[in-house]
């Protein structure tokens, strides 16, 4: 047992060092203007990443490397860009009785320093296009016409790139649309034809499912903090010899099998009802403070953690589940906001989403649920629950810092603690297998000195 405890102990402590270990990247800076399209039910948005230097080139407009960018020199920028940039129906949709051009309105001009691909940092202008076609004109098939900064630096890439499509439920699943480029040999721009056709309901519900999916098996904060409300639920609160008042409580017996189910299947459902809620509050835009809430996040994981250490709640780990679950409920929620849903594209994107992250959550349960049943019947437990704690405590920490504006190398390790889940899991079931192995021999040979 004590060979098994060692090999659960390395795994975790080796693989968290690895990941604090590791450092960013260098590499040259290659920058390009970037398009980022986000497709609505009325219009388009887009997200514009224009390196400084080649804007400063092109267009002749001042402007500061850092701080805001003053009011006169944006609204140069913002005009500088509009007449620049052309949306006209595609030939494809000539059949339909739309006519003119699309409207484009530039605003939201600010400086950044941004890194495209791993290439390194470089200054930026970043703005947003809204992109609105004439009556009749089909959303979905049109033509751009953009020689932004292009006109003048033959040099310049730009790439157009598809982030969210509501009708199809692509969201932080960004595809390339094409790359418009100057023609050195006529000295001419060609524009890109954009075509998304296609969308449904069903394809919409399907990708929201899929996002929810991955929220939970990407997010690594959410992860933890069921990861941790688990590690107790094999166990039963008892108060220490003499202390009648119940202060001195530890986890020192194991819980029945049927128990122990029971109480992780309320706390999860008492979780799912409270990021239901906000989740959907927050979709039909209740106002999410961001950074407050994923601080939040991060104390509920260092609660939860110490909970799994010595019981703070006891009996209790539903109503505290259900509250935590309306903050982490209200993170969920932005990703739905930022789409700027309505009507039924809004409930099926809602229903699809919920359903993807309750899904994964039932993963995540019967994936680790088990093997720590058995193994809280072992004197291994005690430290392997302490061990997963201290590291969850640790990332709680990282991130609290990190969102409270401390950066800390603690933060960047605990975001990767993710990639290492699979291995813990599979190293538990290992472990749980060993054990039920041993118990079946020394019931056999009990069996055998019985029979003799």
Do not use: C, K
């Amino acid at each position: 047992m004590r060979l098994h405890l060692r090999l659960i102990l390395t795994v975790l402590l080796a693989g968290f060092a690895a990941l604090v270990a590791a450092g960013p990247a260098a590499a040259h800076v290659v920058p390009s203007t970037v398009l980022q399209l986000d497709v609505h039910e009325d219009d388009i948005t887009v997200e514009m990443t224009l390196p400084t230097t080649d804007l400063v080139t092109a267009s002749g407009i001042d402007v500061p490397v850092d701080g805001t960018v003053p009011a006169a020199a944006a609204e140069q920028l913002a005009a500088y860009v509009e007449e620049h940039f052309d949306v006209t129906i595609a030939a494809a949709s000539d059949a339909t009785s739309a006519t003119g051009t699309w409207n484009v309105d530039v605003g939201d001009v600010a400086t950044a320093e941004v890194e495209q691909w791993g290439t390194g940092a470089f200054d930026a202008v970043t703005a947003t296009a809204t992109l609105t076609p004439p009556a009749g004109a089909d959303l979905r098939s049109f033509t751009l016409d953009y020689d932004a900064i292009l006109h003048q630096v033959v040099t310049a890439d730009v790439f157009v790139l598809l982030r969210s499509d509501s009708s199809t439920g692509e969201v932080e699943q960004t595809r390339s649309l094409g790359a418009i480029t100057l023609d050195t040999v006529t000295g001419t721009v060609s524009p890109l034809t954009v075509d998304l056709a296609g969308g449904s309901a069903r394809q919409g519900f399907t990708g929201m499912l899929l996002l929810g999916i991955s929220h939970i098996a990407e997010g690594t904060d959410h992860q933890l903090f069921l990861l941790t409300l688990l590690l107790p639920a094999p166990l039963l609160a008892a108060s220490l010899a003499g202390d009648r008042a119940g202060r001195s409580r530890h986890w020192r017996e194991v819980a029945p099998t049927r128990r122990a189910v029971r109480r992780i299947t309320t706390t999860t459902i008492a979780f799912t009802i409270g990021h239901s809620l906000t989740l959907a509050l927050g979709a039909l835009g209740l106002p999410v403070p961001q950074q407050p809430v994923e601080a939040a996040i991060a104390v509920s994981i260092l609660i939860a953690a110490a909970h799994a250490v010595r019981p703070l709640f006891p009996g209790r780990e539903p109503l505290i589940a259900a509250l935590f679950g309306l903050v982490h409920g209200m993170a969920f929620s932005t990703t739905l906001s930022e789409m700027e849903l309505s009507g039924t594209q809004l409930v099926l994107s809602l229903l699809g989403f919920n359903l993807g992250i309750e899904l994964m959550q039932l993963v995540v349960v019967l994936l680790v649920l088990p093997p720590l049943i058995v193994l809280a019947r072992t004197p291994a437990y005690r430290p392997l629950r302490t061990t997963a704690a201290v590291v969850t405590a640790v990332a709680a920490v990282g991130w609290l810092l990190d969102r409270v504006g401390v950066p800390t190398p603690l933060s960047t390790a605990a975001d990767s603690l993710g990639s290492v889940s699979p291995w813990i899991a599979a190293t538990l079931w290992i472990a749980a297998a060993l054990v039920l192995l041993g118990t079946r021999g020394r019931r056999s040979g009990i069996r055998r000195v019985v029979s003799a």
